[in-house]
Protein backbone atom coordinates (compact mmCIF):
# COMPACT_ATOMS: atom_id res chain seq x y z
CA UNK A 1 0.00 0.00 0.00
CA UNK A 2 1.06 3.65 -0.43
CA UNK A 3 3.05 5.60 2.67
CA UNK A 4 1.25 8.35 2.34
CA UNK A 5 -0.77 8.98 6.23
CA UNK A 6 -4.05 7.04 6.10
CA UNK A 7 -6.18 9.52 7.84
CA UNK A 8 -9.98 10.57 7.18
CA UNK A 9 -10.22 7.44 5.00
CA UNK A 10 -13.11 5.52 3.34
CA UNK A 11 -11.49 2.16 2.11
CA UNK A 12 -13.41 -0.14 -0.70
CA UNK A 13 -12.34 -3.68 -0.69
CA UNK A 14 -12.91 -5.57 -4.12
CA UNK A 15 -12.16 -9.75 -3.85
CA UNK A 16 -12.22 -10.68 -7.37
CA UNK A 17 -12.93 -14.79 -6.90
CA UNK A 18 -12.69 -17.43 -9.70
CA UNK A 19 -16.18 -19.14 -11.18
CA UNK A 20 -15.85 -21.76 -8.80
CA UNK A 21 -16.49 -19.55 -5.75
CA UNK A 22 -19.46 -18.44 -4.15
CA UNK A 23 -21.77 -16.26 -4.86
CA UNK A 24 -23.53 -14.95 -2.09
CA UNK A 25 -26.47 -12.57 -2.04
CA UNK A 26 -27.36 -10.23 1.18
CA UNK A 27 -31.20 -9.54 1.01
CA UNK A 28 -31.25 -8.14 4.48
CA UNK A 29 -31.49 -4.55 5.16
CA UNK A 30 -32.29 -3.61 1.20
CA UNK A 31 -34.98 -0.25 1.46
CA UNK A 32 -36.96 1.06 -1.59
CA UNK A 33 -37.34 4.38 -2.46
CA UNK A 34 -40.04 6.15 -1.00
CA UNK A 35 -43.23 4.75 -2.60
CA UNK A 36 -45.52 7.62 -4.99
CA UNK A 37 -47.85 6.80 -7.41
CA UNK A 38 -47.47 8.97 -10.42
CA UNK A 39 -50.36 11.57 -11.77
CA UNK A 40 -53.17 9.38 -13.42
CA UNK A 41 -51.98 5.86 -12.27
CA UNK A 42 -53.67 3.31 -11.05
CA UNK A 43 -53.49 2.58 -7.40
CA UNK A 44 -53.16 -0.98 -6.11
CA UNK A 45 -55.06 -2.21 -3.92
CA UNK A 46 -53.48 -3.06 -0.74
CA UNK A 47 -52.81 -6.71 0.41
CA UNK A 48 -51.79 -8.39 3.54
CA UNK A 49 -47.91 -8.24 4.29
CA UNK A 50 -45.56 -9.39 6.29
CA UNK A 51 -41.65 -8.87 7.62
CA UNK A 52 -39.59 -10.92 10.00
CA UNK A 53 -36.96 -9.95 12.30
CA UNK A 54 -35.26 -13.34 13.24
CA UNK A 55 -34.33 -11.72 16.78
CA UNK A 56 -35.77 -10.34 20.29
CA UNK A 57 -35.04 -10.69 23.76
CA UNK A 58 -36.83 -9.44 27.04
CA UNK A 59 -34.15 -11.20 28.99
CA UNK A 60 -32.30 -9.93 32.25
CA UNK A 61 -29.46 -7.12 31.06
CA UNK A 62 -31.16 -6.84 27.87
CA UNK A 63 -33.65 -4.95 25.93
CA UNK A 64 -34.90 -4.79 22.70
CA UNK A 65 -36.18 -2.19 20.44
CA UNK A 66 -38.10 -2.12 17.07
CA UNK A 67 -37.52 0.76 14.69
CA UNK A 68 -40.33 1.60 11.93
CA UNK A 69 -40.00 4.06 8.89
CA UNK A 70 -43.71 4.38 6.52
CA UNK A 71 -41.23 4.84 3.63
CA UNK A 72 -45.13 6.35 1.84
CA UNK A 73 -45.37 9.94 1.52
CA UNK A 74 -49.02 9.97 1.22
CA UNK A 75 -50.58 7.40 3.10
CA UNK A 76 -50.22 6.68 7.01
CA UNK A 77 -49.11 2.65 7.63
CA UNK A 78 -50.46 0.55 10.55
CA UNK A 79 -47.98 -1.92 11.50
CA UNK A 80 -49.18 -4.56 14.16
CA UNK A 81 -45.70 -6.09 15.53
CA UNK A 82 -46.41 -9.80 16.65
CA UNK A 83 -43.70 -11.45 19.26
CA UNK A 84 -43.12 -15.16 18.58
CA UNK A 85 -41.61 -17.05 21.27
CA UNK A 86 -39.10 -19.85 20.86
CA UNK A 87 -41.50 -22.74 19.98
CA UNK A 88 -43.64 -19.94 18.39
CA UNK A 89 -46.21 -19.10 19.72
CA UNK A 90 -47.30 -15.45 19.18
CA UNK A 91 -48.88 -12.35 20.96
CA UNK A 92 -50.14 -9.22 18.57
CA UNK A 93 -48.57 -6.08 20.40
CA UNK A 94 -50.63 -2.65 19.89
CA UNK A 95 -51.04 -1.98 15.89
CA UNK A 96 -48.83 0.97 15.22
CA UNK A 97 -49.53 4.11 13.04
CA UNK A 98 -47.15 5.68 11.37
CA UNK A 99 -47.42 8.65 9.13
CA UNK A 100 -45.65 9.40 5.92
CA UNK A 101 -41.95 9.07 5.96
CA UNK A 102 -42.11 9.04 9.79
CA UNK A 103 -40.35 6.59 12.03
CA UNK A 104 -41.68 5.08 15.06
CA UNK A 105 -40.02 3.11 18.23
CA UNK A 106 -41.28 0.35 19.94
CA UNK A 107 -39.89 -0.78 23.00
CA UNK A 108 -40.31 -4.25 23.55
CA UNK A 109 -40.68 -4.92 27.21
CA UNK A 110 -42.67 -1.83 27.73
CA UNK A 111 -45.23 -3.04 25.01
CA UNK A 112 -45.26 -6.83 26.37
CA UNK A 113 -46.16 -5.22 29.76
CA UNK A 114 -48.76 -3.17 28.15
CA UNK A 115 -50.18 -6.28 26.58
CA UNK A 116 -50.23 -8.21 29.67
CA UNK A 117 -47.99 -11.10 28.07
CA UNK A 118 -46.19 -12.39 31.30
CA UNK A 119 -44.39 -15.26 29.75
CA UNK A 120 -42.91 -13.13 26.76
CA UNK A 121 -41.21 -11.95 30.10
CA UNK A 122 -37.94 -13.00 30.13
CA UNK A 123 -37.83 -15.01 26.95
CA UNK A 124 -36.49 -14.41 23.35
CA UNK A 125 -37.90 -15.47 19.89
CA UNK A 126 -38.74 -13.61 16.31
CA UNK A 127 -41.17 -11.10 15.56
CA UNK A 128 -43.64 -10.59 12.48
CA UNK A 129 -44.99 -6.91 11.22
CA UNK A 130 -48.41 -7.53 9.66
CA UNK A 131 -49.91 -4.62 7.52
CA UNK A 132 -51.82 -3.84 4.49
CA UNK A 133 -50.08 -2.43 2.31
CA UNK A 134 -50.23 -2.36 -2.02
CA UNK A 135 -46.32 -2.83 -1.60
CA UNK A 136 -43.93 -4.69 0.65
CA UNK A 137 -41.04 -2.10 0.71
CA UNK A 138 -43.96 0.44 1.69
CA UNK A 139 -42.22 -0.34 5.20
CA UNK A 140 -38.65 -0.44 6.45
CA UNK A 141 -37.72 -2.09 9.70
CA UNK A 142 -35.04 -2.80 11.91
CA UNK A 143 -34.37 -4.12 15.83
CA UNK A 144 -31.81 -2.57 18.09
CA UNK A 145 -30.75 -5.18 21.10
CA UNK A 146 -28.93 -3.20 23.55
CA UNK A 147 -26.88 -4.97 26.48
CA UNK A 148 -27.74 -2.56 29.55
CA UNK A 149 -24.92 -1.13 31.86
CA UNK A 150 -22.42 -1.92 28.60
CA UNK A 151 -21.67 -0.50 25.37
CA UNK A 152 -23.06 -3.74 23.43
CA UNK A 153 -26.02 -2.73 20.86
CA UNK A 154 -26.80 -5.17 17.76
CA UNK A 155 -28.79 -3.79 14.86
CA UNK A 156 -31.08 -6.37 12.79
CA UNK A 157 -33.10 -5.81 9.07
CA UNK A 158 -36.28 -7.21 9.00
CA UNK A 159 -36.58 -9.89 5.49
CA UNK A 160 -39.64 -10.82 4.03
CA UNK A 161 -39.93 -14.74 3.35
CA UNK A 162 -39.49 -16.34 0.54
CA UNK A 163 -41.52 -19.17 -1.48
CA UNK A 164 -39.37 -19.82 -4.35
CA UNK A 165 -36.26 -20.18 -2.48
CA UNK A 166 -36.20 -23.92 -1.70
CA UNK A 167 -32.82 -25.24 -1.61
CA UNK A 168 -29.45 -23.18 -0.46
CA UNK A 169 -28.07 -22.26 2.93
CA UNK A 170 -26.94 -19.60 5.17
CA UNK A 171 -23.25 -18.63 5.21
CA UNK A 172 -21.28 -16.81 8.02
CA UNK A 173 -17.65 -16.32 9.75
CA UNK A 174 -17.47 -17.32 13.40
CA UNK A 175 -14.88 -15.29 15.61
CA UNK A 176 -13.89 -15.53 19.66
CA UNK A 177 -10.71 -13.41 19.85
CA UNK A 178 -10.84 -13.78 23.85
CA UNK A 179 -11.75 -16.72 26.55
CA UNK A 180 -14.14 -13.79 27.62
CA UNK A 181 -15.76 -13.49 24.50
CA UNK A 182 -20.14 -14.93 23.74
CA UNK A 183 -21.60 -14.96 21.14
CA UNK A 184 -25.45 -16.44 20.26
CA UNK A 185 -26.10 -18.11 16.85
CA UNK A 186 -29.81 -17.62 16.20
CA UNK A 187 -31.83 -19.79 13.70
CA UNK A 188 -35.89 -18.66 12.43
CA UNK A 189 -38.01 -20.28 10.55
CA UNK A 190 -40.42 -18.14 9.58
CA UNK A 191 -42.69 -19.95 7.79
CA UNK A 192 -45.22 -22.62 8.52
CA UNK A 193 -43.38 -25.80 7.78
CA UNK A 194 -40.99 -27.85 9.52
CA UNK A 195 -37.08 -26.84 8.09
CA UNK A 196 -34.90 -29.58 8.30
CA UNK A 197 -31.13 -27.93 8.86
CA UNK A 198 -27.82 -29.13 8.64
CA UNK A 199 -25.60 -27.25 10.85
CA UNK A 200 -22.18 -27.42 9.91
CA UNK A 201 -18.88 -25.41 11.87
CA UNK A 202 -15.62 -25.41 10.29
CA UNK A 203 -12.33 -24.55 11.45
CA UNK A 204 -9.70 -22.44 9.52
CA UNK A 205 -8.55 -25.14 7.61
CA UNK A 206 -12.03 -26.24 6.72
CA UNK A 207 -12.48 -29.28 8.63
CA UNK A 208 -16.17 -29.60 9.36
CA UNK A 209 -18.59 -30.46 12.05
CA UNK A 210 -22.19 -30.83 11.50
CA UNK A 211 -25.25 -32.03 13.19
CA UNK A 212 -28.56 -32.36 11.70
CA UNK A 213 -31.23 -29.77 12.92
CA UNK A 214 -35.02 -29.85 12.71
CA UNK A 215 -36.75 -25.88 13.08
CA UNK A 216 -40.57 -26.18 13.53
CA UNK A 217 -42.75 -23.85 12.42
CA UNK A 218 -42.07 -20.15 13.66
CA UNK A 219 -39.50 -21.85 15.52
CA UNK A 220 -36.29 -19.93 17.16
CA UNK A 221 -33.08 -22.23 18.55
CA UNK A 222 -30.38 -20.01 20.00
CA UNK A 223 -27.08 -21.79 20.23
CA UNK A 224 -23.50 -20.77 21.66
CA UNK A 225 -20.69 -21.32 18.81
CA UNK A 226 -18.16 -21.63 21.59
CA UNK A 227 -19.87 -24.53 22.83
CA UNK A 228 -20.43 -26.17 19.78
CA UNK A 229 -16.42 -25.33 18.47
CA UNK A 230 -15.34 -27.23 21.41
CA UNK A 231 -17.84 -30.28 21.84
CA UNK A 232 -16.68 -30.59 18.24
CA UNK A 233 -12.67 -30.93 19.13
CA UNK A 234 -12.30 -27.90 16.15
CA UNK A 235 -9.26 -25.20 17.15
CA UNK A 236 -8.91 -21.69 16.09
CA UNK A 237 -10.21 -18.42 17.01
CA UNK A 238 -12.29 -18.15 14.01
CA UNK A 239 -13.98 -20.81 11.29
CA UNK A 240 -17.17 -20.74 8.65
CA UNK A 241 -20.67 -21.22 9.64
CA UNK A 242 -22.96 -22.67 7.23
CA UNK A 243 -26.35 -23.44 7.71
CA UNK A 244 -28.20 -25.64 4.79
CA UNK A 245 -31.73 -26.87 3.85
CA UNK A 246 -32.93 -29.08 0.88
CA UNK A 247 -35.93 -27.46 1.46
CA UNK A 248 -37.92 -23.60 2.71
CA UNK A 249 -34.53 -22.31 2.42
CA UNK A 250 -36.48 -18.91 1.94
CA UNK A 251 -37.87 -18.98 5.14
CA UNK A 252 -34.96 -19.32 6.49
CA UNK A 253 -33.16 -16.80 8.67
CA UNK A 254 -30.37 -16.66 10.69
CA UNK A 255 -28.47 -13.55 12.79
CA UNK A 256 -24.81 -14.26 14.26
CA UNK A 257 -23.65 -11.97 16.78
CA UNK A 258 -20.42 -11.70 19.57
CA UNK A 259 -19.69 -9.56 22.55
CA UNK A 260 -17.83 -9.23 25.65
CA UNK A 261 -18.33 -7.29 28.33
CA UNK A 262 -15.16 -7.52 30.05
CA UNK A 263 -13.59 -5.47 26.53
CA UNK A 264 -16.16 -3.37 26.42
CA UNK A 265 -17.05 -4.92 22.15
CA UNK A 266 -19.24 -6.24 20.34
CA UNK A 267 -19.82 -6.89 16.90
CA UNK A 268 -22.78 -8.87 14.35
CA UNK A 269 -21.24 -11.37 12.41
CA UNK A 270 -23.31 -11.09 9.32
CA UNK A 271 -24.92 -14.26 7.22
CA UNK A 272 -25.64 -14.40 3.61
CA UNK A 273 -27.82 -16.48 1.31
CA UNK A 274 -26.01 -18.52 -0.64
CA UNK A 275 -28.27 -20.20 -4.17
CA UNK A 276 -26.23 -23.28 -5.54
CA UNK A 277 -28.33 -22.63 -9.02
CA UNK A 278 -27.01 -18.96 -8.78
CA UNK A 279 -24.93 -18.47 -12.66
CA UNK A 280 -22.15 -16.31 -13.07
CA UNK A 281 -23.72 -14.76 -16.18
CA UNK A 282 -26.92 -13.83 -13.70
CA UNK A 283 -24.60 -11.19 -12.16
CA UNK A 284 -21.42 -10.67 -13.94
CA UNK A 285 -22.76 -7.38 -15.67
CA UNK A 286 -19.58 -5.90 -16.43
CA UNK A 287 -18.71 -9.04 -18.57
CA UNK A 288 -15.44 -9.81 -16.63
CA UNK A 289 -15.47 -13.76 -16.54
CA UNK A 290 -15.15 -13.52 -12.53
CA UNK A 291 -17.23 -13.15 -9.36
CA UNK A 292 -16.65 -9.65 -7.92
CA UNK A 293 -17.40 -9.17 -4.33
CA UNK A 294 -17.13 -5.82 -2.67
CA UNK A 295 -17.38 -4.32 0.70
CA UNK A 296 -18.32 -0.37 0.40
CA UNK A 297 -16.15 0.55 3.31
CA UNK A 298 -13.86 -0.67 5.66
CA UNK A 299 -12.29 2.03 8.67
CA UNK A 300 -8.37 1.49 8.57
CA UNK A 301 -5.57 2.25 11.06
CA UNK A 302 -6.52 5.77 11.22
CA UNK A 303 -9.97 6.42 11.30
CA UNK A 304 -12.06 8.70 9.11
CA UNK A 305 -13.85 11.53 11.70
CA UNK A 306 -17.44 11.07 10.40
CA UNK A 307 -16.41 8.05 12.47
CA UNK A 308 -16.63 10.07 15.78
CA UNK A 309 -14.16 8.01 17.47
CA UNK A 310 -12.17 9.63 20.48
CA UNK A 311 -9.24 11.63 19.50
CA UNK A 312 -6.09 9.19 19.21
CA UNK A 313 -8.04 6.07 18.08
CA UNK A 314 -6.22 3.54 16.90
CA UNK A 315 -8.20 0.32 14.62
CA UNK A 316 -6.51 -2.92 14.12
CA UNK A 317 -8.37 -3.56 10.41
CA UNK A 318 -8.74 -7.23 9.53
CA UNK A 319 -11.11 -9.27 6.86
CA UNK A 320 -12.01 -12.56 6.91
CA UNK A 321 -12.11 -14.44 3.20
CA UNK A 322 -13.93 -17.37 3.28
CA UNK A 323 -14.34 -19.80 0.51
CA UNK A 324 -18.18 -21.56 0.85
CA UNK A 325 -17.87 -24.35 -1.56
CA UNK A 326 -16.40 -27.51 -2.38
CA UNK A 327 -13.94 -26.81 -4.61
CA UNK A 328 -10.62 -24.62 -4.30
CA UNK A 329 -11.21 -20.97 -4.83
CA UNK A 330 -8.73 -18.24 -6.29
CA UNK A 331 -9.23 -14.31 -4.42
CA UNK A 332 -7.32 -11.31 -5.80
CA UNK A 333 -8.06 -8.38 -3.22
CA UNK A 334 -7.62 -4.83 -4.43
CA UNK A 335 -8.33 -1.91 -2.05
CA UNK A 336 -9.16 1.53 -3.07
CA UNK A 337 -9.14 4.43 -0.57
CA UNK A 338 -9.50 8.12 -0.54
CA UNK A 339 -8.73 10.66 2.00
CA UNK A 340 -10.34 14.39 2.47
CA UNK A 341 -7.98 15.10 -1.07
CA UNK A 342 -6.57 11.92 -2.75
CA UNK A 343 -7.57 8.83 -3.67
CA UNK A 344 -5.57 5.54 -4.38
CA UNK A 345 -5.72 1.97 -5.05
CA UNK A 346 -3.29 -0.67 -4.20
CA UNK A 347 -3.38 -4.29 -5.32
CA UNK A 348 -3.55 -6.89 -2.16
CA UNK A 349 -2.72 -10.43 -1.94
CA UNK A 350 -3.67 -13.13 -4.32
CA UNK A 351 -5.36 -16.15 -2.43
CA UNK A 352 -5.59 -19.84 -2.89
CA UNK A 353 -8.33 -20.80 -0.77
CA UNK A 354 -8.76 -24.86 -0.21
CA UNK A 355 -12.92 -25.97 -0.09
CA UNK A 356 -13.97 -24.17 2.90
CA UNK A 357 -10.43 -22.88 4.61
CA UNK A 358 -11.04 -19.59 5.87
CA UNK A 359 -7.95 -16.77 5.76
CA UNK A 360 -7.36 -13.99 8.12
CA UNK A 361 -6.07 -11.18 6.26
CA UNK A 362 -4.62 -8.25 8.20
CA UNK A 363 -4.89 -5.02 6.56
CA UNK A 364 -2.93 -3.29 9.35
CA UNK A 365 -0.17 -5.37 9.38
CA UNK A 366 0.01 -4.48 4.76
CA UNK A 367 -0.58 -0.89 5.55
CA UNK A 368 2.59 -0.91 8.04
CA UNK A 369 4.52 -2.84 5.60
CA UNK A 370 3.58 -0.35 2.57
CA UNK A 371 2.44 -4.03 0.89
CA UNK A 372 0.97 -3.01 -3.07
Not at 114 to 123: D, K, M, N, R
Not at 183 to 195: A, E, R
Not at 200 to 215: A, C, F, I, M, P
Not at 263 to 275: P, R, V
Request: proline fraction near 7%; aromatic fraction near 8%.
Amino acid sequence: MSSRPFSSLVFRLVAVLSATALYCLSIQGQTAPLVQNPPGAQIPHAVDQEQFLPYWTSETGWNSELQLRNNAINEDLTVTPVLRLADGAETSLTPVTIKPEEVKSVDIDAAVAAASAPLFVGAFGSVVLRYRSPSLPVLYASLMVHRMGHPIAFHIDAMNESQEFQAGSREGVWWLPKDTTNDYLVLTNQGKDPIPVVLSLYDSTGKESKQNLLLGPAQTSRYSVRKLVQAAGLVGSYGGIKVSTAAHAGSLDTVHFLFDETAGFSAILKMFEYDPNTKLEERDHAKTGIWTLRAPMLALTNPDGILAFPPGTTLHPRLFIRNTTSKPANAALRFHWRTASTTGAAAGPTLHLNPYEIRLVDVAALQGTGHS
